[in-house]
């Protein structure tokens, strides 16, 4: 058995701790380089909203690549895991609540 495969094997409700953990991981140490890039674009992002971020945006991301992973799954079946979509539509919230538009000044 890899390394890996030991790693996911433990889960909290169905998900696998280690992909959560290491998504939210990577994500608390791009935030600084994230929020400069986004800067640049007049898009005031803080560093804490891109952790409340995380998984919608590996949701979207899923998505998008067609790549189905059980809480992809979950969350786009319309007959049931009610609360794991109000726990991403919350944390949706809570990431676009700090975004704001900058201008700049001249």
């Known amino acids: 058995m890899h ?11 169905g998900y696998t701790i280690f992909d ?3 998504a ?18 007049q898009v005031s992002i803080p560093k804490r ?12 991301a899923h998505l998008i690549f067609k790549q189905m992973t059980p809480m992809t799954k979950d ?3 319309i007959h049931a895991h009610y ?3 109000i ?7 809570l990431g676009i609540r ?3 538009i900058t201008k700049k000044i001249r």
């Open 49 to 60: 909203n891109w952790l409340f971020l995380t998984l919608p945006i590996g949701i979207l």
């Open 20 to 22: 959560t953990a290491l």
């Open 24 to 41: 939210l991981i990577g994500i608390y140490l791009l935030s600084p380089l994230l929020s400069k890039l986004f800067k640049k674009l």
């Open 87 to 93: 726990i991403i539509f919350i944390l949706l919230i």
């Open 98 to 100: 700090g975004i704001k």
């Open 3 to 13: 390394i890996i495969e030991y790693l996911r094997q433990f889960r909290f409700a």
């Open 83 to 85: 609360i794991l979509k």
């Open 75 to 77: 969350l786009i079946d």
